[in-house]
Structure formats: C-alpha cells, structure tokens
C-alpha cells in the first residue's frame, strides 16, 4: 500500500534498504507521470523505494500563469500512483518546502534559462531549479526521474546536478503521447474538443520535421551508396529526385538531414493551424543543440531537439522530439 507522508522527517524515518527512486511532479498525474514511476520501480529494484513528490511550486508561476488554475488531485494522484508502483507519496505544504517564505537564496537557471521556455516565462527555471534542489535534498534520492517532454528542464536539471556536485543520478524518461499523437501533459484538461483538434499541429510539426529529416538521410544514404557516375545520377531520379537535385556535387556537399528543411517543414504544418478555427498561436519553434538549447547551424552533427510552444485559446502546450544529424539514418 502506498504511504502518504506531509513532512521531510516522516520520510527521513522510513527505514532504506536498496536503491530510492524519486519522481517529481506538481500532482494532476496521468499515464505520463505513470510510466515515470513505472520506470522508477524498475531503477529501484524488488529491494528499493520508490518515492512520488507532489507539489505545486509557487516561484514556477510568473504573473499571468495559472497557479490557481492548476489542478489539484491528491486522492487521485496517490491512487495512480499506487497503481503503478511507489511505496511513498510526499506530498509537502508550502510551509515545509519553505518554512521561512519564499526563499530569499535560489538557484539561477543562468543563460540556458533565459532561452525559449525561459524567454517565455521569465523567471520560470530560476523557480523550477530552486525546488528540485529543495526537493533532491528533502528526499535524498539515488535516481531522480523525469520526462523528456520537458527537454528544457531536463537539460538545466541535468546542467545543475553536473556543475553543483549533487550527488544523484538523473535519468530521462521518453515522452507519452495519446493515440492521436498529442503529449500527455496535465493542462490538455484544459482544451475543449476545438482547441484538442488545432493542438494536435504540435506534435504533427515534429512529426513532419522528423520524417522530412529522415527521408533526407536515407536520400544521402543512398547517394553514397552509388558511384559517383552517370549511373548516379539516375539512380537518385529513380528516387523521386529532380536530375539537379541529383547533382553529385549537390548531394555529396549537402548538410546531412538538412536543419533548414526540418524547420520548414514543421513550419508549415504550424502555419496551416494558424488559420484554423480556433487557431494556433505559435510562441516558438527551435531545433537547438541540448547541452545548451541555441539554434543549430547547417554543418551540426549529433544529437539536436526539435521543440514547439504554442497556445490554443487560454491554454500553453510544449512539445519536442529527438533528432540525431550526420549518421545517414532516420532520426531518433
């Protein structure tokens, strides 16, 4: 049965034998959150604990935000989470996360918070840093989860742990999503059947921009395959090509998966729900490097992130995906 504890010291009582595996949320959990704790459990082991924070952080909401809004889902949250495998659920007031009010000493997010989500919602990753320190600290965890959905967070997360020698490891989670694509996040409550419909053009952006990606890698794949002759040149028409677009020269030169055509093509699709009833009303889209989350160039090889923020009437979505370029295959 899964426990309830509201204070830092009934859980620094609980008696540790293996591994403790922590997942942090702000409460209204879904499948989402669930295949967190799933994975935790397994991090854990049979022997560990698996510990499920819910709280709603107050310095993660700027003016404007929706922190009365929020949902709040206790009874429900400790069920799902029973369900899918924590032994523990803390769930601390404010008071216990912040005994003296708010904190006058906090994390800074530093440049990387500044960009995208952090231009957005100024302020947002200085708040969201300083609680998963609190948080890490109050719950002293050997594994600490959470979901790639968030990549931004992630990322600084992973940034802090690295730079200020905490002593846990972090591990990501891939997103979820719901049969028709949209990223389980607890705000989709919030979109009526409309605002569902447009804010499905987020995840199909990423979709259009990982499959304009791949199709672009296998096409250089197979250029490289073929001598570089007559022959070459109809074998890449075969492919559906123009015979310039089979250029040698052209192909063999072109940056591998073409970082200008991913963001077109995820453009486009964000364009069209521009014009749609209600419309999309597109914050940002960027495919940036992850160790630091700035816009990538033509020549950049590795590991990127392609992510989208929009808003659909009152209510903000993100999203993102994986994308690997120079490895001649299809993305991540």
Not at 8 to 30: I, S
Not at 187 to 207: D, G, I, V
Request: proline residues 5%; neutral net charge; glycine residues 10%.
């Amino acid at each position: 049965m899964t426990t309830l504890l509201r204070t830092a010291g009934e859980l620094h009582a609980r008696v540790r034998k293996g591994r403790r595996a922590v997942v942090m949320t702000m409460g209204a959990l879904h499948e989402g959150h669930a295949t967190l704790v799933r994975t935790a459990r397994d991090l854990a082991g049979p022997d560990g604990e698996v510990v499920v924070t819910v709280f709603v952080n107050p310095l993660q909401f700027g003016a404007g935000d929706d922190l009365d809004r929020y949902p709040r889902t206790l009874d429900a949250d400790l069920a799902l989470a029973g369900r899918s495998g924590a032994d523990v659920v803390f769930a601390p007031a404010v008071e216990e996360v912040y005994p003296g009010g708010e904190p006058q000493v906090r994390i800074s997010a530093g440049p990387m918070g500044e960009r995208l989500e952090g231009s957005s919602r100024p302020g947002h990753f200085d708040g969201m840093l300083t609680v998963v320190a609190k948080l890490l600290h109050l719950t002293r965890p050997d594994v600490a989860l959470y979901g790639q959905k968030d990549a931004q967070q992630l990322a600084l997360i992973r940034r802090m742990v690295r730079d200020l020698n905490f002593g846990v490891e972090i591990a990501g989670v891939p997103t979820v999503r719901e049969e028709d694509g949209l990223a389980l996040s607890s705000r989709n409550r919030y979109l009526s059947a409309p605002e569902r419909r447009t804010a499905l053009a987020l995840s199909r952006a990423l979709f259009a921009g990982r499959d304009r990606h791949a199709a672009q890698e296998a096409l250089r794949a197979r250029a490289r395959e073929v001598p570089a002759t007559r022959a070459r040149a109809e074998a890449l028409s075969a492919l559906g090509e123009s015979r310039a677009a089979a250029d040698t020269h052209a192909v063999a030169t072109a940056a591998p998966g073409g970082p200008a055509a991913v963001r077109a093509a995820a453009r486009q699709v964000l364009d069209e729900a521009a014009r749609l009833d209600p419309p999309l009303k597109l914050d940002y889209l960027a495919l940036v490097d992850p160790s630091d989350f700035t816009e990538i160039g033509e020549d950049f090889t590795g590991e990127a992130v392609l992510a989208v923020a929009a808003r659909v009437g009152t209510t903000r979505l993100i999203d993102n995906i994986p994308l690997t370029f120079g490895t001649f295959g299809a993305a991540s």
